[in-house]
């Protein structure tokens, strides 16, 4: 059984920095692109950051580009969020997410193409 822990949220004021961990166990990361999303309250689900199995390539959303980056540790089954210069907008309960598809060479921003999901962590931004 694939599960998916998000920790590291947290309520913070807006400038602030964030550290998010996804742990997973099940599945070895190694293979697959790993994900994070959030939906925002009365919002749907938005792509925020992805990367391929080696790292080789990143994918971020034009909102977040610049003060978001996202990084694994394939060895400890982990993915990693780092969140800087947080603004009152990134509110959200955010998700790590698995690629139904091993050894993609891109990054899909399709929540549909993930298929393990964890159950979320909020971070609130204060103005």
């Known amino acids: 059984q694939v599960q998916l822990v998000e920790s590291g949220g947290g309520l913070v004021q807006a400038g602030d920095s964030l550290r998010l961990s996804c742990a997973t166990s099940g599945r070895t990361i190694s293979n697959f692109v790993m994900a994070w999303f959030r939906q925002g309250l009365g919002k749907e689900r938005e792509f925020v950051a992805g990367n391929t199995w080696s790292s080789a390539v990143s994918l971020y959303a034009d909102s977040v580009k610049g003060r978001f980056t996202i990084s694994r540790d394939n060895g400890k089954n982990m993915v990693y969020l780092q969140m800087k210069n947080l603004k009152p907008e990134d509110t959200a309960v955010y998700y790590c997410?698995?690629?139904?598809?091993?050894?993609?060479?891109?990054?899909?921003?399709?929540?549909?193409?993930?298929?393990?999901w964890g159950q979320g962590t909020q971070v609130t931004v204060s103005s």
């Open positions: 997410a698995s690629d139904r598809q091993a050894l993609r060479r891109t990054v899909v921003s399709t929540a549909n193409e993930y298929i393990h």
